[in-house]
């Protein structure tokens, strides 16, 4: 029986993010869905995650869960049989983001949450297209679930975020690195980066698709998805 896979989303995403990759691969592994939602630094949230995770899990991890499961990779790389790496940054913030972030944490405090998801953040990481304000509408949906406080909790988390690179050396299952090519948040050259610091690993580019490829472009993200999960070098 091969390990769960472990799914970790996005920032203010929760497990709908996944929808169309839980109906693609449950019937490849049993899919474990973790909320980020529990800690106020990315070691307190992979500590989390790592507490409601059984022994050995895949572990697969979208832009700010993507940090999330490096930091898993950096604790516990013993618990992970392989990796997949979603429109992420390995990188810590940057002084001038991380100020950027104060007047965002602000609004959401003042009940603008919707505002500063709609008009700041989530249309400039998607790509052009007819899917756009659909993909949009259902982050709002999950933003509004989630709230203002898990809003803050995680912005706080991202300002305070390690620089991942080195562990990323060190990592030795099969990782799949995959991105959208319009993904002006975590762009390609980032991801080709990544692939390079990481033993073995491989490089996908989603076409057509953004910051978002697995609401985007579904069926080409699970493609990807499923050869990763059916990569002979190790079938754990």
């Not at 297209?129 to 898990?150: E, T």
């Not at 959208?180 to 076409?207: K, N, Q, W, Y």
């Amino acid at each position: 029986m091969p390990a769960p896979l472990v799914m970790l989303p996005g920032m203010m995403c929760d497990a709908r993010l996944f929808a169309a990759q839980t109906n693609a691969l449950s019937s490849m592994r049993t899919l474990v869905h973790v909320p980020l939602t529990r800690g106020r630094t990315m070691t307190e949230l992979a500590e989390s995650v790592l507490l409601e995770t059984p022994p050995e899990f895949a572990l697969l991890g979208l832009s700010m869960g993507g940090i999330v499961a490096m930091e898993v990779m950096r604790l516990a790389p013993e618990r992970v049989t392989r990796l997949a790496l979603l429109d992420t940054n390995p990188l810590a913030e940057t002084p001038e983001t991380a100020t950027l972030r104060e007047p965002q944490i602000v609004a959401a405090r003042a009940g603008r949450l919707e505002e500063v998801m709609r008009d700041e953040m989530k249309p400039r990481y998607l790509a052009p297209g007819p899917k756009q304000s659909y993909v949009l509408d259902q982050v709002m949906v999950m933003a509004r679930a989630l709230g203002p406080d898990v809003f803050v909790r995680q912005s706080r988390a991202l300002q305070k975020r390690i620089d991942q690179t080195e562990p990323l050396k060190k990592i030795t299952v099969p990782t799949l690195v995959l991105c959208g090519e319009h993904d002006t948040l975590c762009d390609v050259r980032r991801h080709e980066f990544m692939r390079s610091l990481i033993p073995g690993a491989s490089l996908e580019v989603v076409a057509g698709a953004g910051h978002l490829p697995v609401m985007e472009r579904p069926e080409a993200t699970n493609g990807a998805l499923e050869r990763w999960l059916t990569d002979t070098l190790l079938l754990k």
